[in-house]
């Protein structure tokens, strides 16, 4: 079956301009993340939304940052006004639940492939 | 003191060699635990979870000390095809339900 996608693969950017990312997510899952991944370190939590409540934006490092979900399909992470240290990778995960119930494998994250963002 | 917290390595073997990593983590309420594994410029995959009771999958035997707070990823046999890095997560129930992740132990695996 399929898998997370994420497009672009790659988005090349001028500082101070806008960029959106977009993630498609495992048909079904109910949890999204958002993460970033700056070149030789570890993931970086960013963003998190679970079915319909309010998704939790503590990872979110500036206010040029933000992101929407459509229910419990597709979601974008726009950046505004990019900053050369935005560069990195951005990563998305699904998975099939919370953790309120069931047992490891119901909390499982399936990454996509990500996007590679450089900023110049 | 971190939330997860890694050995980076890295940890280079010959191959055929076992080789072990351990992850802490500072959480008293965690309770979900894995390992994934991350190829260069790749995005993690799950390797495997962890089981109170331990598991092993073929090469690979996780272990969770909840005592001490730690869990285990021990691999026999390496094979070249291991080098990667290794990430811990970790998962409390209730309150936030973000996993969060170590930085990861890498492993070079050479002839």
């Known amino acids: 079956g399929a898998g997370v996608s994420q497009s672009p693969s790659n988005k090349v950017t001028e500082k101070g301009k806008d960029v959106e990312l977009r993630c498609d997510p495992i048909?079904?899952?109910?949890?999204l993340y958002w993460y970033r991944q700056r070149l030789g370190q570890g993931l970086e939590f960013l963003i998190y939304f679970q079915g319909n409540s309010a998704p939790d934006k503590s990872g979110l490092p500036s206010d040029r940052f933000s992101a929407e979900r459509t229910g419990e399909s597709v979601s974008t992470l726009t950046i505004q006004r990019t900053q050369q240290e935005d560069s990195a990778v951005y990563l998305c995960?699904?998975?099939?639940?919370?953790?309120?119930?069931?047992?490891?494998?119901?909390?499982?994250?399936?990454f996509g492939p990500g996007t590679r963002l450089t900023v110049l | 003191r971190k939330e997860v917290e890694q050995d980076p390595g890295p940890f280079n073997v010959p191959e055929g060699a076992t080789v072990a990593f351990n992850c802490t983590y500072s959480n008293s309420a965690s309770q979900s635990f894995f390992w994934y594994r991350q190829d260069c410029r790749k995005e993690p995959k799950l390797l495997m979870s962890v089981y109170s009771s331990g598991n092993e999958d073929g090469r690979f035997t996780a272990q969770l000390n909840r005592a001490s707070q730690y869990i285990s990823l021990l691999i026999r046999d390496s094979k070249l095809s291991d080098s990667a890095t290794y990430l811990c997560?970790?998962?409390?129930?209730?309150?936030?339900?973000?996993?969060?992740f170590g930085r990861g132990t890498s492993l070079i695996v050479h002839p």
């Open positions: 995960a699904s998975s099939s639940g919370s953790g309120l119930a069931g047992g490891p494998a119901y909390n499982e994250q399936f």
């Open positions: 048909s079904g899952h109910t949890a």
């Open positions: 997560v970790v998962k409390a129930v209730g309150g936030s339900y973000i996993p969060t």
